[in-house]
């Protein structure tokens, strides 16, 4: 019995600043409907699809900061994509600033959230790893103040059962902690989803500037292998307010193979049908029950 789900890996250009969300809604409409009409079961976009990722700028202004934040989810913006999606029952992950007003404080989280083909939000995550800096570096050429702008995830990292299949979520820097893929396996995750927006340089590390792409790649493909799952990985690319960010929006297989792959910058559709039966070998392979033996490894505090 074969499983399949394909999937399009909706890569996104830039998105200038000043560009208002409804046109970026637009945008993303204009993927889904390309993905849809392709027969697709799912479209992917990227991490904060919805605004130029602003974390690599330094901003003081609180109420200059919120304009990125989405206070809902979907809210009368974002409906006409949701509305489109369930239109032509296709399913959708979406990446956003998420501004959480309901509790004693405000919280801010760099969240995504998995959309089923009714429409309905089946699942969300909020990134648990956030790279980058909380104070000001104006030397550098542009900054990564995730740790400012926004909270470590408190969902874990969590499974749902929708597409005929268990499909996990994570953001961006989740995807490079070995955790991330196996905390999601051992919840039986056969397919995971993420965003990302990945400079092609780290001010702090310009040695590493010519392993950017390898890196990226490396991280999924051993965490696809080793945990017998399918990454469907989606960038926002392209020099965005100056910042220059990686493609490679990639569909991996179970096997660690890159089965589909963007080759530009701007806004692109990589589709791939994916067999989510291919798991079933790798999860013999690397059987968690019959293998894996945490009290054997050695007492590791905060394990
Ligand atoms: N961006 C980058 C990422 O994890 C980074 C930050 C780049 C960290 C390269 C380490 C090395 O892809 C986000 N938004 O997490």
């Known amino acids: 019995?074969?499983?399949?789900?394909?999937?399009?890996?909706?890569?996104?250009?830039?998105?200038?600043?000043?560009?208002?969300?409804?046109?970026?809604?637009?945008?993303?409409?204009?993927k889904l409907q390309a993905a849809a009409a392709d027969g697709c079961d799912l479209i992917v976009f990227s991490e904060c699809a919805l605004t130029p990722f602003f974390p690599h700028?330094?901003?003081?202004?609180?109420?200059?900061?919120?304009?990125?934040?989405?206070?809902?989810?979907?809210?009368?913006?974002?409906?006409?994509?949701?509305?489109?999606?369930?239109?032509?029952?296709?399913?959708f992950y979406l990446g956003y600033a998420e501004l959480d007003v309901a509790g004693d404080r405000p919280r801010r989280f760099n969240t995504s959230i998995l959309v089923d083909k009714a429409g309905a939000i089946v699942g969300k995550h909020r990134k648990i790893h956030l790279p980058g800096h909380a104070d000001h570096r104006p030397d550098n050429p542009f900054q990564?103040?995730?740790?400012?702008?926004?909270?470590?995830?408190d969902l874990g990292f969590q499974t749902w059962s929708t597409l005929g299949g268990k499909v996990g979520m994570c953001i961006c820097n989740d995807r490079r902690w070995p955790e991330t893929y196996r905390v999601l396996a051992l919840q039986g995750a056969e397919l995971i989803l993420l965003g990302y927006n990945t400079p092609d340089n780290i001010p702090e590390h310009p040695e590493m500037d010519r392993l950017v792409n390898f890196h990226h790649q490396l991280?999924?493909?051993?965490?696809?292998?080793?945990?017998?799952?399918?990454?469907?990985?989606?960038?926002?690319?392209?020099?965005?307010?100056?910042?220059?960010?990686?493609g490679l929006t990639t569909i991996i297989a179970p096997s660690g193979e890159?089965?589909?792959?963007?080759?530009?910058?701007?806004?692109?559709?990589?589709?791939?049908?994916c067999d989510l039966d291919e798991s079933i070998a790798y999860r013999e392979l690397f059987d968690f029950q019959a293998n894996r033996r945490p009290h054997h490894y050695g007492l590791i505090a905060e394990s």
Do not use: H
Not at 60 to 85: G, H, K, S, T
Not at 144 to 153: I, Q, T
């Open 1 to 30: 019995m074969t499983r399949i789900v394909k999937i399009a890996a909706a890569q996104s250009g830039p998105i200038p600043l000043g560009v208002s969300r409804e046109t970026v809604v637009r945008r993303l409409i204009e």
């Open 57 to 91: 700028w330094w901003i003081e202004n609180e109420e200059e900061l919120d304009q990125y934040y989405e206070l809902r989810m979907p809210n009368p913006v974002v409906q006409p994509l949701f509305d489109a999606a369930a239109a032509r029952q296709i399913a």
């Open 144 to 153: 990564n103040l995730e740790k400012r702008y926004f909270e470590s995830g």
């Open 219 to 246: 991280c999924m493909q051993a965490g696809a292998y080793q945990n017998g799952c399918w990454i469907v990985a989606v960038a926002k690319a392209g020099v965005e307010e100056g910042v220059s960010q990686i």
């Open 258 to 273: 890159i089965k589909a792959q963007s080759q530009s910058l701007g806004d692109e559709l990589v589709v791939f049908p």
